[in-house]
């Protein structure tokens, strides 16, 4: 079992830019959850993915936008850069429900220009 | 607002000493509180899961508790040793509508074992 595997691990890109973040969940989840996390700071709630449907949202603008595909997996844009988004992105996937454990990624280092 | 707060926010120690880390929150509906070891430039991985009738939780070298009542966990180490050295994040998980949850993570506390 490969676990949760996000691409690229490190990704370097200019203001005003769009990039996409990729994310396989670990075998047999349904549900994967994107996080920002800035240096020295804990992780922040972007979206949360299920049956191919946003159904949660944190505090986060319009630039960011996601999708999740039949294979359960998922991408992450952001458009439209800005200095402060350079971060570590983290995918996690987890089982729907409440105590379901979500399993995190590796995590993808992007820094903006 | 929903909110983790941990303290310290850094930690130095010598291998072999014992250490504890403190977690409060204000989330609601709260389901369950978990303390995640991060090391640098990784993901974090889960230590221990406690809800709301559980309050004390071991994982090896790792004891959590928790009381519902004040809101508080900590994170007890014992007999520490260099791997040890990561941030320890508390995530409280709140109940959402239609089975899903939402989690908030504290900024972590920042633990170094040093020789």
């Known amino acids: 079992d490969a676990g949760v595997t996000q691409s690229p691990t490190h990704l370097i890109k200019t203001r005003g830019q769009q990039v996409t973040l990729r994310c396989s969940p670990k075998?047999?989840?349904?549900?994967v959850s994107w996080y920002q996390q800035a240096l020295g700071q804990g992780p922040q709630f972007i979206f949360q993915?299920?049956?191919?449907?946003?159904?949660q949202r944190g505090n986060f603008p319009d630039r960011f936008s996601g999708h999740q595909f039949p294979n359960y997996s998922s991408e992450l844009n952001v458009n439209a850069l800005l200095l402060g988004d350079s971060a570590l992105y983290l995918c996690?996937?987890?089982?729907?429900?409440?105590?379901?454990?979500?399993?995190f990624g590796p995590g993808t280092r992007l820094t903006v220009l | 607002k929903n909110q983790v707060e941990q303290s310290p926010q850094s930690l130095i120690i010598l291998e072999g000493k014992n250490c504890t880390l403190q977690c409060n929150y204000t989330v609601s509906p709260f389901s369950n509180l978990r303390w995640y070891k991060q090391d640098t430039g990784r993901g974090p991985v889960s230590l221990t899961i406690?809800?709301?009738s559980e309050n004390t939780k071991s994982n090896g070298r790792y004891t959590a508790t928790l009381d519902a009542d004040t809101k508080q966990s900590s994170l007890h180490i014992t007999a520490s040793q260099l791997s040890d050295s990561a941030s320890y994040i508390c995530v409280v998980t709140a109940r959402w509508g239609g089975g899903g949850n939402k989690l908030t993570f504290g900024t972590g506390t920042q633990l170094k074992v040093e020789l």
């Open positions: 075998s047999g989840h349904d549900t």
């Open positions: 996690a996937s987890s089982l729907r429900g409440d105590h379901n454990e979500q399993f």
């Open positions: 993915y299920y049956e191919e449907e946003e159904r």
């Open positions: 406690m809800t709301f």
